[in-house]
């Protein structure tokens, strides 16, 4: 199967929507519910969008606030270079992201795209095998390229961004 | 997990309620972005947990507003929940 995959189904063929919206600096907020191997029902989450960001990215307090038991992942065989140094994020398997479509004709119909990942980064609290304190706070999640790569056009409104594939 | 699975799994969340808390936590996490600075002056160096587009509680650690939250037997889930910093910031990652 795909790292990722966009998982729709709609009797007519159509062009894909999201709707990200826009904060003073331009950055797209996007919400969404996330579901992976360690809870079954979907919890909320607040992503930002982010091309710097290879991966899709949970930071460390979001690892919190979903209960994610990160002693029992894997670690990624590749370190992510940041802003701040080289971390190595814990690999969260199995995961579903449920993030709002529009489509149809003047993209009047709502449905829910389902993004299934093979799995997403973890920004530990610490990592037991680094020295370096890898936790990064009060920030919320990255939405990376391994998602956004689905999308071909990107435009900007006045407070909006839209993604279409 | 097959593309089947991933289905049958999905389907059985979508339901109505399950929109209709969506919406409501969107709303939630847009009314906290769109009204950041007034937060600001209010929760400045705290973490918010927002429920109708009101502040229900308040705490300096995502650990604690997390440990409020459950004491008041309710779910993590049901709150949209968000750090005010003390001033704009710039992101780099």
Not at chain 1, 9 to 35: T, V, W
Not at chain 1, 93 to 99: D, K, R, S
């Amino acid at each position: 199967m795909e790292n990722v995959l966009l998982i729709f189904f709609s009797k007519e063929l159509c062009i894909l929507q999201i709707i990200a919206n826009l904060d003073p600096n331009r950055h797209g907020h996007l919400f969404a519910y996330i579901m992976c191997s360690q809870f079954n029902t979907p919890k909320p989450i607040h992503l930002i969008i982010d091309t710097g960001s290879s991966n899709t990215t949970l930071l460390s307090d979001d690892v919190t606030r979903l209960s994610i038991n990160c002693t029992i992942l894997q670690s990624s065989p590749i370190p992510s270079l940041t802003a701040s140094g080289t971390i190595i994020p814990f690999l969260l398997p199995g995961v579903q992201l449920l993030i709002e479509v529009r489509y149809g004709w003047f993209n009047q119909k709502r449905n829910f795209g389902v993004f299934h990942l093979a799995s997403i980064h973890c920004m530990p609290p610490t990592h037991p095998q680094l020295m370096t304190q890898q936790r990064i706070l009060h920030a919320c999640s990255l939405l990376g390229m391994d998602v956004l790569r689905l999308f071909k056009k990107w435009q900007f409104t006045e407070n909006k961004l839209i993604l279409k594939t | 997990m097959t593309l089947v699975e991933i289905k049958k799994k999905t389907d059985s969340i979508l339901d109505k309620n399950f929109q209709m808390k969506y919406r409501r936590l969107q709303e939630d996490f847009l009314w906290i972005l769109t009204n950041k600075e007034k937060l600001r002056t209010e929760y400045s160096n705290k973490y918010i947990a927002v429920e109708n587009k009101e502040v229900k509680c308040t705490d300096d650690t995502i650990d604690g507003i997390i440990a409020k939250i459950k004491r008041s037997k309710r779910q993590v889930e049901d709150f949209a929940i968000e750090y005010i910093g003390e001033c704009p910031a710039n992101l780099l990652f």
